[in-house]
């Protein structure tokens, strides 16, 4: 059984980078796509980026393009997301998810692992 676990999140002011990991254990990740999700209070779950394990196209969400990078680590089994020049409305709890298919989804409902989530808040 296959657990993915979030970690980096923190309080931040407006402008401030924060780097999100996402460490996987119980199972090889690597034929699967692995995601970023958020979710701030009483909003739907949002895809934020996405990446193969092994290459293959990059996706990020409009609202990140050009602010965050995701990355992976095959070595150490982890994913990442460098958030740079963040906002108030980048606050929200992140999640990494994973998908068994060689493709990107944007619905949250299409992964099959999930972590518990790390917040995020931005606020001055």
């Known amino acids: 059984q296959g657990e993915l676990v979030e970690s980096g999140g923190g309080s931040v002011q407006p402008g401030a980078s924060l780097r999100l990991s996402c460490a996987t254990s119980?199972?090889?990740?690597?034929?699967?796509?692995m995601a970023w999700f958020r979710q701030a209070p009483e909003k739907e779950r949002e895809f934020v980026s996405g990446?193969?394990?092994?290459?293959?196209?990059?996706y990020y969400g409009d609202s990140v393009k050009g602010r965050f990078t995701i990355s992976r680590d095959n070595a150490k089994n982890a994913v990442y997301l460098q958030m740079d020049r963040l906002k108030p409305e980048d606050t929200a709890v992140y999640y990494c998810?994973?998908?068994?298919?060689?493709?990107?989804?944007?619905?949250?409902?299409?992964?099959?692992?999930w972590g518990q989530g790390t917040q995020v808040t931005v606020s001055s």
């Open positions: 990446i193969y394990w092994n290459g293959g196209p990059i």
């Open positions: 998810a994973a998908r068994a298919a060689y493709f990107v989804s944007y619905s949250r409902h299409d992964y099959d692992y």
């Open positions: 119980g199972r090889s990740f690597n034929t699967y796509f």
